[in-house]
Each structure stands twice: as C-alpha cells, then as structure tokens.
C-alpha cells in the first residue's frame, strides 16, 4: 500500500523543464532549473536552498540602508517555481531564516501563506538554528535538525564538499542535496572580462544548490577551482541552466 506521505509521481510539465538541466542521481533523475531550485517529478518534490528570509531587515535593524522586499521576492520566487512546478512538497535546504532581527509579524504572515499553499519541509541550517523555538509558532511547517531521507535522497544543509580532510562528520547515506555554500562560478575571457554566475555544483554524492536568496554573498571559485574540489558546474544563464565542460 502507498505511503499517503509520500508524493506521487509526476509527470514533468514544458514549464518545469523549460531551461533546465537534468542530472541523474542514484537511479532517479532531478532537474536543475534557471530559478536556482531542484525538481524531482518522481515525488513531486520541489528543493531550493538559503531563502535568508529577514537578511535585509537584520541589517537595516543594524543601521545600513538596505532596500526592503528581498524577503518578499525569494518567497516569491519560491511560489512560483512551485507553481511551474505543481509541486506537492517543497523542501528547504536550510538557512531559511537569517537572524532574529529580521523577523516580524509582516514576514511571518507571508511565510504562513506560502506554507499554506505549498507544504513546506525546512531542514535546519546554522543560521535557523540558534533561532528561538517560537519563530515557526503558528506557522505550518514542518521542521527537521538532521539528514531527511526521501528515498534515494539525503537533504541537508551543510555538504560533504564543506568538510576539511579527515573530518569525523558523520556521512549520510544516499545522494545529498545540500546549501550553505551559495556557490557561483567566476570565468573570464582573454580580453580580461569577468563574469560572476550563481551555479550548481556536483560530485558523484551530492549537489549543492545555489542561494535563493538575494542578499546572499556567494562562495565564487573558477571552474579549474570547482573541478580540483571534485566538483562539475553548471552556471545559471539567463533562462537556462548551463553544463561547463569538465577542466
């Protein structure tokens, strides 16, 4: 009998895949789309990473004149992939929040009405951890602090790809996906142009995902850098998804 929590499989939709990358992972198949997210069509799922929602408030609250609305857009930006996507679960890599100085009654009624309409999983990061418990009172999420198995899947927040040599961090089983690093690719051109992209990052053992939210400063390596970590890339273009070739 059917697990009645687990999503069923969906078919992809031309607005879902449109500019966007497959990439085969332990026997399913994720698509890495131009807004920054990951869809699963097996389960339905939709993943994006480092919404920092309240990052701009927390430094507008500490006297630097940021302009308002990152919150408002990373939300809204999240809605609508959920929409392209028909998505029947979205799942947060983590950093959901930012700082508790950035939290207000406006931001927590705009988190209660995409929760409402998209069921939301938010695997804890290390900016939403050291928030109270009553932050997400009310709200309907559903909240985890460790590893969340979906099938073949591991989300997390931190990746392997962050651990020094030798680290005794414990490793999930599965292909993980993975936040925290908000990696973009630098390249350059021999007349000395540079360009700076958000981008996904992989190995054979996980992805991570890039900063959904605005406001987030990037981790930014060459491509020569990704590959000597391991690691293949993919920039985001303007409406596609884009493989480099491997160094």
């Given amino acids: 009998m059917p697990d009645p929590d687990t999503p069923a499989p969906h078919p992809a939709s031309t607005s879902a895949l449109h500019g966007a990358l497959p990439l085969e992972a332990t026997g399913t198949r994720l698509w890495l789309r131009p807004d920054g997210t990951v869809w699963w069509p097996e389960q339905a799922t939709l993943f994006a990473a480092d919404l920092h929602l309240g990052k701009g408030a927390a430094f507008r609250a500490g006297g630097l004149p940021l302009p308002a609305g990152s919150s408002a857009a990373a939300l809204d930006g999240l809605d609508a992939a959920a929409r392209a996507c028909d998505a029947q679960r979205v799942v947060v890599l983590g950093d959901f929040w930012h700082h508790r100085s950035g939290l207000g009654p406006a931001l927590h009624a705009a988190v209660a009405r995409f929760a409402r309409a998209w069921p939301t999983t938010v695997v804890l990061g290390n900016h939403d951890l050291p928030l109270p418990p009553d932050v997400a009172q009310g709200l309907p999420l559903n909240v985890v602090t460790g590893p969340l198995t979906l099938g073949p899947l591991q989300a997390v927040h931190e990746p392997r790809l962050n651990n020094p040599p030798g680290s005794a961090a414990p490793v999930p089983t599965g292909f993980r996906l993975a936040g925290h690093l908000h990696p973009a690719v630098q390249l350059g051109s021999r007349a000395g142009d540079r360009l700076r992209r958000p981008c ?45 070739p491997r160094c």
């Fill in 200 to 244: 996904f990052i992989w190995t054979a053992h996980e992805l991570v995902l890039p900063a959904l939210g605005r406001l987030s400063g990037h981790w930014t390596l060459r491509p020569e850098e990704f590959a000597a970590l391991g690691a293949q890339v993919a920039l985001i273009a303007d409406s596609a998804v884009v493989a480099l």
